[in-house]
């Protein structure tokens, strides 16, 4: 079992930055990749930024050059870097992390951490 927990979110003005985090605890040593999805009212939930366990990344094309992931595995946490904001980068965002055991896969979602771009 894995268990993630959030933080770091909150209100920023437009063009500024915010940085949450993600610490991942529980049966870590078999996660093999770990992002971020974020979720707008009324909107589907969409992968924002994914990073493996050999530092491959991954980004939506909405957040390219703006955002950057970046995991410490010490600490096994996961950040999300968040540059230029803008109102429509409003939204829940949630982390996720999934593990390979043997034939199995597991994904496992934190419980969201609220961030609004607004002036």
């Known amino acids: 079992q894995v268990q993630l927990v959030e933080s770091g979110g909150g209100l920023v003005q437009p063009g500024g930055s915010l940085r949450p985090s993600c610490a991942a605890s529980?049966?870590?040593?078999?996660?093999?990749?770990m992002g971020w999805y974020r979720q707008a009212p009324g909107k589907e939930r969409e992968l924002v930024a994914t990073i493996t366990n050999n530092d491959s990344t991954n980004y939506a094309d909405s957040v390219k050059g703006r955002f950057t992931i970046s995991r410490d595995n010490a600490k096994m946490t996961v950040y999300l870097q968040m540059s230029s904001l803008k109102p429509e980068d409003t939204a829940v965002y949630y982390c996720?992390?999934?593990?390979?055991?043997?034939?199995?896969?597991?994904?496992?979602w934190g419980q969201g951490t609220q961030v609004t771009v607004s002036s």
């Open positions: 529980g049966s870590i040593f078999s996660i093999d990749s």
């Open positions: 996720h992390a999934h593990e390979s055991l043997g034939y199995s896969e597991y994904n496992y």
